[in-house]
């Protein structure tokens, strides 16, 4: 037909009605199929509509029928289009339907009376959106919506509706599915059965979203943002969020949307500063002068501020090295343009109190730097102020508040941070000024000092994530370095006067007795004792110092593995042994004697002959490994012939790794390692934890990493550390002669001064006598569920006390223990009974970040009063002993306990349940199982079996007073809530 003009009216054109919208094909359908035609009539209808069609030219009807389709801009068109259906043969029963925008009056009678009843038919909205859903009916508040009507029908042009048979269509079902075909983009395709807020926001991000929301009409628009925000959908704070959400969209500013509700939140949020008023005004105009009220601006942010928090959960989660980026929105990046936008407004002190912006986190970085730098005092003399010291642990806690601060990104830095409290609360105890022994020292070094070395090379390693930490960092490492350079030359003096002697270092592990002492009593076969005793795996890390075993220590405990104190032979508190090296502290020297059991200078081959000919073996097969036998061949992880001897239980095996000593020798040391970092220690530690093996870590001389070092130019050095001693000794160092000096006439003269060397610059050295060269640490550890040699001893967590990062280990108040030396603490405030519960509720966080709880001073023990009663004067700091016992006292004397002891199945003297909670209070809270039971008078055997007892005593009203930790391998008690719930101190222990 030649009708089919698409040149539009001129304008005026008609009675001044709307003008018509362009006609889906299911709109003409069903024009047409609600037409009845008689015979005779006419089976030509009119349809009011745009005049523009694209679509088919024949649309199928029922019954067989068909209509077609053709247009008409003007009445002359009409016309001709008339004339040309009546020159066709369509077939009888086939209709012909006209699209055109022409008013009836416009036709005249004439036109009008050769169509179908003389008129032009509307398109009927509603009747038309119930044919494209398939519905039978409509929901009332669907047909109240007035706009929906068209826009439902105009959008079926490019979705397809799913059809719903036999049902009544409702609102949020037709409304849901219009809004996510009208506003998804090609990059975001909406979900229409989840169009919540998070849904939205991240559709907001999506490039083409502001496109797509500004080509909707006015009406639409606003009609699928008042639904979509319609509080009876979403809830309250929702309706307000997107209230606000598509005001921003309203103004032009929607590709914004995310970041401005980060800026809200800065503004309107519970954190916002005072004096943001102007700031606030500004961001106001970003919503296009929409009036929101305040509740609506912070519920805004604060939404806002969830979703980001879970795109960053969602990037922290799933980042890897194989796929370091992930598909949608970036959080970084949403944040950086709040900053951006928050600055503009001058807002800068609102963004810096934010938990989410980046200058928020900036901002506490740059506290935490002025604090720490604060702690550190000008004298290094002095220790820090506890007022310093608490105002550093809350710039701390408040920083570990920010969210960026979890990120990977940011994990390094704040485990730098967290070494460096720890450092501080070291400098806050009293200062040791000389060592009676060698072996005390040594002891000492393993039990705190390697801690603070370790903590050490944390700060050292430098970090730029603010500018003002590197600074921070480096004057707190001068002042750990003061200390650490005054107990070096204390050890030196101890050391050098010990080794003149000749005699034995006194009660002291030395290097050539190690194999005597520790390997022999789990190697040697006995015709009673040995059945079922494990077969060892000595691993022997070339170099190691203390710092190196307390970190791989942590990180076996977390892999299942229970640690022992392997010294059967002397008496006293179990520990973590150390022992002396052999001098000068040098490999041949050293593990030469080690190895061969007396002091002596060898070379490898010589240790494997003489380490496995030892007669203290008794005859039992035992084999040595170095360096080159760890290699295996292509596709096995370790050397053939050590496999083997791994694999065979009969065997006991040794190996030397020398990972840490190699990279002594390169650029830049490694202050923290990690047990896959050491060449075959994963694969060896699982052929250990496969066959069952005791495992025992030692090394054969620690080092010392440079920190800034100064070359001494001497003529006779022999390693980085020591020398002949051919002139007199200078600064910083000593002179060393007698037995234990494996060097010609058992004279050297040694370095103890960390900060100097002989030799080339490198990473670390040793050679010399500084306790971190000296002293050897000693791990041993078996697998959960294995045998556990004979006299062995279980060990608790080895962390030092001042290594919690809880506020009542702050102050400058040691608690003595078997590991560290008794010094009378000064006079500190009595805490009151809320500090004492706000510690006990604090206790099990502290559990995560320790493994140990959080260790209670003595004075807290004797001074926590029952909740409601005021907390008496400062009383004189009682000493351990009278503590632990006035908590004795108090239980003995409460009817409490009387009555959970009388509860018991099996009766249990009260004497046999205060020696362990005795054992625990002197223990920091915290013992082995094994050892619990040991000081209560039991038998190993039966420590599970007590413990159960003594949680069903102490937990009272199922209280967590005495719980299981570390894997159920360890006892914590609570001693605050144990003195609450068992009411000490008050008037006969009755609970009221």
Not at 573 to 596: K, V
Request: net charge neutral; glycine share 8%.
């Amino acid at each position: 037909m030649s009708t089919n003009s698409t040149t539009a009216p001129p304008p005026g054109h008609g009675t001044g009605q709307s003008r018509p919208r362009p006609a889906h094909p299911a709109a003409i359908v069903q024009v047409l199929e609600a037409r009845s035609f008689t015979e005779g009539e006419p089976r030509i209808v009119l349809i009011r509509a745009e005049p523009h069609w694209n679509g088919p030219r024949r649309l199928p009807l029922g019954g067989g029928r068909s209509a077609h389709i053709t247009t008409a801009v003007s009445p002359l068109a009409v016309l001709d289009t008339l004339v040309a259906w009546d020159r066709t043969d369509p077939g009888e029963r086939d209709v012909l339907a006209v699209l055109t925008d022409v008013e009836d009056a416009d036709l005249g009678p004439g036109l009008l009376a050769r169509v179908y009843r003389n008129r032009v038919y509307p398109i009927e909205p509603w009747a038309v959106v119930r044919r494209l859903f398939g519905a039978v009916d409509l929901d009332p508040r669907l047909t109240a919506e007035g706009w929906a009507a068209e826009a439902l029908i105009d959008a079926a042009g490019q979705e397809s509706w799913p059809k719903t048979p036999g049902t009544v269509l409702s609102r949020d079902t037709a409304l849901s599915r219009l809004a996510a075909g009208r506003l998804s983009t090609t990059a975001h395709r909406l979900d229409p059965d989840r169009l919540d807020l998070h849904a939205l926001m991240a559709w907001s991000l999506a490039p083409g979203a502001v496109e797509r929301v500004a080509s909707l009409r006015d009406q639409e628009r606003r009609g699928l943002a008042a639904w979509l925000a319609d509080p009876d959908r979403v809830g309250l704070r929702s309706h307000q969020a997107l209230t606000a959400l598509f005001a921003l969209f309203e103004a032009g500013n929607g590709a914004d949307a995310v970041p401005m509700g980060l800026v809200c939140a800065a503004l309107w949020g519970g954190k916002a500063p005072m004096g943001v008023d102007r700031a606030r005004g500004r961001a106001e105009l970003k919503f296009g002068g929409r009036r929101l009220d305040d509740d609506t601006f912070a519920a805004f942010g604060a939404e806002t501020e969830d979703y980001v928090r879970v795109l960053l959960t969602a990037r922290s989660a799933h980042v890897s090295e194989d796929e370091p980026m992930l598909p949608g929105p970036d959080p970084r990046a949403l944040m950086a343009r709040a900053d951006v936008l928050i600055r503009d407004m001058g807002a800068e002190d609102a963004a810096a109190a934010s938990d989410l912006l980046e200058t928020g986190l900036q901002a506490r970085y740059g506290a935490v730097a002025r604090t720490l730098t604060a702690c550190v005092p000008t004298d290094p003399g002095k220790s820090p102020a506890e007022r310093r010291v608490r105002d550093l642990t809350h710039a701390v806690e408040r920083l570990s508040r920010h969210e960026l601060s979890r990120l990977a990104s940011h994990r390094t830095t704040m485990t730098r941070i967290r070494m460096a409290q720890r450092l501080v609360h070291w400098l806050a105890q009293p200062p040791a000024t000389k060592f009676t022994t060698v072996a005390e020292a040594v002891q000492q070094h393993i039990a705190t000092y390697g801690w603070v070395d370790l903590a050490h090379g944390w700060i050292t390693d430098g970090d730029h994530a603010h500018p003002e930490l590197p600074g921070a960092l480096a004057t707190l490492s001068t002042a750990v370095r003061a200390r650490r350079h005054a107990l070096d030359e204390a050890f030196a003096t101890c050391l050098t006067e010990e080794t003149r002697s000749g005699a034995a270092p006194r009660d002291a592990l030395v290097v050539e007795d190690f194999a005597r002492r520790v390997l022999a009593p789990i190697v040697k076969p006995s015709r009673t004792s040995s059945a079922g005793s494990p077969p060892l795996l000595l691993v022997v890390l070339d170099g190691a110092s203390a710092a190196v075993a307390a970190a791989l220590a942590e990180q076996l405990r977390t892999r299942s593995w229970a640690e022992y104190d392997p010294v059967a032979d002397t008496a006293g508190d179990r520990q973590r042994r150390g022992m002396l090296a052999a001098l000068p502290t040098i490999t041949r020297a050293s593990r030469g004697s080690l190895f061969a059991g007396e002091l002596t200078e060898i070379d490898q081959q010589e240790e494997r002959r003489r380490f496995a000919a030892h007669r203290f073996w008794g005859g039992a097969k035992v084999q040595l490994f170095h360096k080159a036998d760890l290699r295996g061949d292509a596709g096995h992880a370790l050397g053939g012939e050590l496999a083997e001897a791994l694999a065979d239980p009969d065997t006991h095996v040794a190996v030397v790794v020398n990972t840490v000593d190699d990279r002594l020798g390169e650029d830049r040391a490694m202050s923290h390692w990690q047990l896959n970092e050491l060449l075959g220690m994963e694969h060896l530690l699982t052929q250990a934890r496969t066959t069952g093996r005791a495992l025992v870590i030692t090394a054969d001389h620690g080092h010392v990493l440079d920190h800034g070092t100064d070359k001494e130019n001497v003529p006779d050095a022999l390693s980085a550390r020591h020398r002949r001693g051919t002139t007199p000794a200078a600064r910083g160092e000593t002179v060393l002669t007698g037995r234990r000096v494996v060097a010609e006439g058992q004279r050297i003269t040694a370095l103890w001064d960390t900060g100097l060397r002989y030799g080339n610059r490198q990473a670390g050295y040793h050679g010399g006598v500084a306790l971190a060269e000296a002293a050897i640490p000693v791990l041993a550890f078996v697998p959960h569920g294995a045998p556990v040699p004979k006299g062995w001893r279980e060990l608790g967590p080895q962390r030092p006390f001042w290594w919690s990062l809880k506020e009542d280990t702050v102050p400058g108040v040691p608690v003595p223990s078997a590991q560290t030396p008794a010094i009378t603490p000064p006079t500190r405030r009595t805490p009151s009974a809320a500090d004492l519960r706000k510690r006990a509720e604090e206790q099990q966080a502290a559990e995560h970040e320790t493994g140990q709880g959080v260790l209670m001073s003595f004075e807290d023990i004797s001074t926590v009063e029952p909740t409601g009663t005021a907390a008496p004067p400062p009383q004189p700091a009682l000493a351990p002993a009278s503590a632990a016992e006035q908590l004795i006292e108090g239980l003995r004397a409460s009817d409490i306990m009387s009555a959970q002891l009388g509860s018991l199945p099996r009766p249990e003297e009260f004497d046999t349940v205060a020696k362990a909670v005795r054992a625990l209070v002197d223990a920091h809270g915290i013992l082995p199982v094994t050892a619990v039971a040991e000081q209560a008078g039991k038998r190993a055997t039966r420590a599970a079996g007590f413990a159960a007892t003594l949680q069903r005593v102490l937990n009272y009203d199922q209280a967590e007073i005495l719980t299981l930790t570390d894997n159920g391998r360890s006892l914590r008690l609570d001693v605050p809530l144990l003195r609450r719930q068992f009411r000490i101190g008050t008037t006969g222990g009755a609970r009221t």
